[in-house]
């Protein structure tokens, strides 16, 4: 849903831009024989079936609990999102470095340069148009520069989006050079540069996914804004004595473990301690509705 940082908008939208933009590469390359060509379309292939599993992903992680997963599925969505970098590596940077390695030991004639040149340009467009709407999505709830939003973000598929799309356009970038090199040139070595630059890229970009994934996957802290509102919710206690500790867990992008440990009054009985520690949970969903899962443990010295 737009707006809500969730992606699937933009994934869906991604998704359909590609199944056209894979299908128009194929096309061109079995009319050019182009190494970049074969490469962009691979490149294309690994982002469709991303997409794909994205969606896969969400639909998972909205299963109810069971008494094997009591929190949830929330992490499916982590999980999926692991899986498209790798998918991200394998079948496009991997694929694309093989590929054009092959074609600078056997270069390959590149011919009717013309479908290429129309296909990538297509392509860019189609491209850029997905990237505005992971952009638009990102935005509405970014805050900061970039490079943090995609380190701090909870909610992975807009930042898979941004960062496939990105590079998918530097990719046609590489894969237009080459061509057109090798057409000016008539040296088709540059082709099949252009398929190994576009596989280092991929392969960059699925690090970077990587790392950033099994940061969520091990399990990530609540964002500083959301802790401090929870310490505050604590805080706000008149019985309080102390706040030992507050510890935060995303099992999901909207899903939110709260721990604290809490010293009250000596002076209270059982039933003003339970009253006292029911009225900190409320306030914190209330103020944090995506801690779902509250446990306030009261202590004494």
Not at 176 to 194: K, P, Q, S, Y
Not at 221 to 239: K, Y
Not at 276 to 292: D, G, L, T
């Amino acid at each position: 849903m737009a707006g809500d940082g969730s992606g699937q908008h933009a994934t869906i939208s991604a998704l359909a831009a590609n199944v056209g933009i894979a299908a128009s590469k194929f096309v061109a390359f079995a009319f050019t024989g182009s190494a970049s060509m074969l490469a962009e379309a691979i490149h294309s292939v690994a982002d469709t079936s991303n997409q794909a599993l994205l969606l896969l992903g969400r639909r998972q992680a909205r299963r109810e609990p069971t008494e094997q997963h009591p929190f949830g599925f929330g992490r499916e969505r982590y999980f999926w999102s692991f899986i498209v970098a790798f998918v991200l590596f394998t079948i496009g940077g991997v694929a694309s470095l093989i590929d054009g390695y092959s074609k600078i030991r056997t270069p390959h004639h590149v011919s009717s340069p013309v479908w290429a040149f129309a296909v990538l340009g297509v392509s860019i467009v189609l491209e850029s148009l997905s990237l505005r709407v992971a952009v638009r999505e990102a935005n509405e709830i970014r805050e900061g520069s970039w490079r943090s939003y995609i380190r701090d973000a909870k909610a992975p598929e807009v930042v898979v989006l941004i960062l496939e799309d990105t590079g998918a356009l530097v990719g046609l970038v590489f894969a237009l050079t080459g061509v057109t090199l090798a057409t000016a040139l008539h040296n088709e070595r540059f082709d099949a540069i252009g398929s190994v630059a576009i596989g280092v890229l991929l392969c960059v970009i699925a690090f970077v996914l990587a790392v950033e994934l099994r940061s969520l996957l091990i399990g990530e802290a609540a964002t500083l804004a959301n802790r401090r509102t929870i310490e505050a919710a604590i805080r706000e206690a008149p019985e309080l004595e102390e706040l030992i500790y507050a510890r935060t867990l995303h099992i999901g992008p909207d899903t939110l473990v709260v721990g604290a440990k809490v010293r009250l009054r000596s002076d209270l009985t059982f039933d003003g301690v339970v009253n006292v520690i029911n009225a900190m949970e409320q306030r914190i969903r209330e103020r944090v509705p995506i801690a779902h899962y509250v446990y306030i443990e009261p202590d004494r010295e």
